[in-house]
């Protein structure tokens, strides 16, 4: 079974809008964490946001933030103001048990920023 | 800064030569991971070391082997690659420990095999 699923394969969004990317992830491990990383053209992953199974609170980071809602398991990647930087691939990712060190990622999602 | 290099960044090789990719990072992390990330796909997960424990993934083919001499280093052989093996190379770290800390990816090698 996946055990992360981004159902958009591509978004546009408008400069300086706020997009949402879907994730929603499958475990019966009570201890977990979710990643969000941002892959540009030129293939490096960049880490942008955490999200850990216990946390009461939805995680931010500068524009990103992250929406957890636990019963659905649902953790969507909000962008605010969204910037033509911003145009890359999106990966959502799930390590599993604090001794399980791999994680699994989403297919992704593409986000194309509009001027 | 502490980092996690890769080298070359670009990579071409002729089908069935063999080649090698190298990894190093000054983060002093435990864990190092091997990805291939093939156009528009996900990564996906070939190996990874906890320390010198070295852990294949099941689905990885025989032709893909790693070493890993000390904590900065990792190298990943490909024996004879085809054609197919042509893919983004990323490696990543992460620290051990109880905490679920992000992997630190590299900048990859994009391996072109003729």
């Known amino acids: 079974a996946q055990k992360i699923t981004q159902t958009q394969p591509g978004m546009f969004v408008q400069e300086k809008e706020a997009v949402t990317l879907d994730c929603t992830y499958d475990t019966s491990d009570p201890s977990y964490g979710l990643f969000w990383y941002k892959q540009p053209s030129s293939g490096e992953m960049i880490f942008l946001i955490y999200?850990?199974?216990?946390?009461?609170q939805n995680a931010t980071e500068g524009r990103y933030s992250l929406n957890f809602q636990k019963a659905r398991k649902s953790a969507n990647l909000v962008i605010s103001a969204s910037q033509l930087g911003d145009s890359a691939m999106y990966f959502c990712a799930m390590r599993e048990g604090v001794n399980d060190y791999k994680l699994s990622f989403g297919a992704g999602t593409t986000v194309t920023v509009r001027a | 800064d502490a980092m996690v290099i890769q080298n070359p960044r670009y990579q071409v090789t002729q089908f069935g030569k063999p080649v090698t990719l190298s990894c190093s990072q000054t983060l002093n992390h435990n864990v190092m991971y091997w990805y291939q990330q093939k156009s528009s796909q996900a990564p996906k997960l070939l190996f990874h070391y906890y320390d010198k424990d070295f852990n294949n993934e099941a689905d990885t083919p025989d032709n893909f082997q790693s070493r890993r001499p000390n904590t900065s280093f990792c190298f990943l052989d490909i024996r004879s690659p085809g054609l197919g093996d042509a893919a983004m190379y990323l490696c990543a770290t992460s620290p051990q420990g109880p905490v679920l800390d992000e992997q630190f990816f590299g900048p990859g090698t994009r391996l072109t095999v003729l």
């Open positions: 999200q850990g199974s216990y946390d009461q």
